[in-house]
Structures are given as structure tokens and as C-alpha cells.
């Protein structure tokens, strides 16, 4: 029953991947759960060391019902080009 079990989990996340709009990278949103496990960093060292650093794409906070921000989300594209700065040059 198990093994049912992971295959229609498996059938069922496969569905919803075809059916959920691809969104283009141009475009993508991230937030510093996606971050980190982008950098393999906790999102401690994400949210504490490397989104303070004035260079870091800067957040996006989109407004809450009750008149507040949302939680930060960054341009995946903007991450990506930030990271990619510090690879060595051999």
C-alpha cells in the first residue's frame, strides 16, 4: 500500500506541475526559504548575513490587508546575478 501510495503522490505532483503556469525566470519571485535552499545556506544566514549586504537585490514587500507589508520576496533573476558575481575567475 505504501508504494501506491508514493506513486499516486508522485502522479499527482506531476498533475499539478503541467497544470501550474510556468512562470519565466525573468519573472520569478523568491523568498529566503528559496534562497537558501538555492545557496544550501540556512535561511538564518540568508536573512542575517547576506540581505543586509548593500549589494543584495533589494526585497520586494507587497502590502497585506491589514495595511502592512508582506514577506520579502526577491527577482530570482536579480539573486541569481548577485551570486554569480562572486564565482572565481580562474
Not at 512562470?23 to 540581505?51: G, H, N
Not at 549589494?55 to 546575478?81: C, M, N, Q
Request: hydrophobic residues 40%; positive net charge.
Amino acid at each position: 500500500m505504501a508504494d501506491e501510495t508514493d506513486l499516486i503522490n508522485r502522479l499527482a505532483a506531476a498533475v499539478a506541475d503541467r497544470i501550474r503556469p510556468q512562470i519565466p525566470f525573468d519573472y520569478e519571485m523568491w523568498d529566503i526559504a528559496t534562497i537558501a535552499a538555492c545557496m544550501k545556506l540556512s535561511e538564518a544566514q540568508v536573512r542575517e548575513r547576506l540581505a543586509p549586504q548593500p549589494d543584495f537585490p533589494k526585497a520586494i514587500r507587497l502590502p497585506t490587508t491589514s495595511g502592512g507589508r508582506g514577506h520579502a520576496r526577491y527577482r530570482a533573476k536579480e539573486v541569481w546575478a548577485w551570486m554569480m558575481k562572486y564565482q572565481d575567475k580562474h
